[in-house]
């Protein structure tokens, strides 16, 4: 998916129509396989019409300049090298008009590629990026307010001071000083993630609206989310003769694994093992829970775990409720019967030999007098 691009321009009353913020697709990234966006916003600092062409004459220098930047050179450079020329335009122009130290541009120059940003800004025009929710200012203010900020955390300041400042808003650094006393821009590039949205806009929308404000209209889409913006700015603007403009740019969203490329589908399934693992993704992270590796060790821990567990407790509650020995009966047994064999004088000679048998019990035999056994457990060994 290719980035989005927004922008939108509220204009006041009595305000000219000069084109102050424009998008350019840079022909030295032409074949290089990464798309490359450079987004462009200048703002007239007094209002005047004056300034406005000024910063309208700016914003055409800069796109002449950077149409063939290219990877090949040191890009801060390169980007600080088209804000100098564009200044050197609006010096001339302030020359040329008699103007000079009257015409103050603001300037704010954003060039991305794949997920790389560098930028160029001067004055109080600003960027932003926002990121999971959270809106970051990415761009420093050349503006009195700020200086004395510094000099408040060095403590050379107080805050009483602060707040008494007759000017705070006052620029420190634009376009028409010659030479420029500063310049915004980072030298290391900035690293992009999916789904990072950035927003140039000038100083009425940045005054106007809160971080929060911002943040929670950037969600929508690019063209959407800069409408809303410079709208909402301009009904706060309390009619002020300032032309209130922004510009947003939407990364894609990180892409989502497609349906058999989770390492769990029925292709996967079939195959032989070795292919099986082959076809996996490298980041098992994206992988189903319940078909990760780690989360299958787990369960199986658990499951042994809990057995142990159990097979414990099931020992100890036998162990427990095990009936007591019946002890032995101190009653004497039941003699059994004893045989006698009695031949009686008259049954002699009897053909079938027939002898009377009586029975007669066993006298009882008295029972042995059983002592208790002691057992001695919780006593010394040579205890008696």
Not at 167 to 181: I, K, R
Not at 194 to 214: F, K, N, P, T, Y
Not at 305 to 313: E, G, K, Q
Not at 353 to 371: C, H, R
Request: aromatic share 4%; charged share 20%; glycine share 8%.
């Amino acid at each position: 998916m290719k980035m989005t691009l927004g922008k939108a321009t509220h204009e006041m009353a009595g305000s000219d129509k000069e084109e102050l913020v424009a998008f350019l697709h840079p022909a030295g990234w032409k074949g290089e396989g990464t798309e490359a966006v450079l987004a462009v916003l200048t703002d007239d600092a007094g209002g005047t019409a004056s300034e406005r062409e000024a910063a309208h004459f700016a914003l055409l220098q800069i796109l002449r300049d950077l149409a063939l930047v290219t990877r090949r050179g040191a890009l801060p450079e390169q980007l600080a090298g088209a804000v100098e020329s564009a200044n050197g335009v609006v010096c001339t122009l302030a020359r040329d008009r008699s103007e000079e130290g009257v015409l103050g541009v603001c300037l704010v120059v954003a060039l991305v590629f794949g997920r790389t940003l560098y930028w160029c800004a001067v004055g109080d025009s600003r960027l932003y990026c926002l990121r999971n929710g959270e809106l970051i200012q990415l761009t420093r203010d050349h503006t009195v307010a700020r200086h004395l900020r510094l000099q408040v955390l060095k403590g050379e300041m107080s805050l009483a001071d602060l707040a008494k400042a007759p000017d705070p808003d006052a620029l420190t650094s634009y376009l028409g000083m010659d030479p420029l006393p500063e310049i915004d821009a980072n030298l290391k590039p900035f690293t992009l993630t999916g789904g990072d949205r950035l927003l140039l806009c000038s100083q009425g929308v940045h005054s106007a609206l809160s971080d929060e404000r911002i943040a929670a209209t950037m969600v929508f889409d690019a063209q959407t989310a800069v409408e809303e913006l410079v709208s909402l700015a301009g009904s706060r603007a309390k009619g002020r003769r300032d032309v209130i403009h922004a510009a947003v740019i939407c990364l894609p969203a990180p892409k989502r694994p497609a349906k058999g490329q989770d390492g769990w589908s029925p292709a996967v399934k079939d195959t032989a093992p070795s292919t099986a693992i082959a076809q996996m993704p490298a980041d098992r992270s994206l992988m189903p829970v319940f078909s990760h590796p780690s989360t299958r060790i787990g369960l199986a821990v658990a499951a042994l775990a809990v057995t142990a567990i159990l097979f414990v407790v099931v020992s100890l509650f036998l162990l427990l409720k095990e009936p007591a020995k019946p002890q032995a009966s101190q009653q004497a047994p039941v003699p059994a019967a004893v045989s006698m064999r009695v031949e009686r004088p008259e049954d002699r000679g009897r053909p079938d030999g027939f002898s009377a048998v009586i029975q007669e019990p066993e006298p009882p035999i008295a029972a042995p007098v059983l002592k208790p056994k002691l057992q001695y457990r919780d006593m010394e060994p040579n205890h008696p």
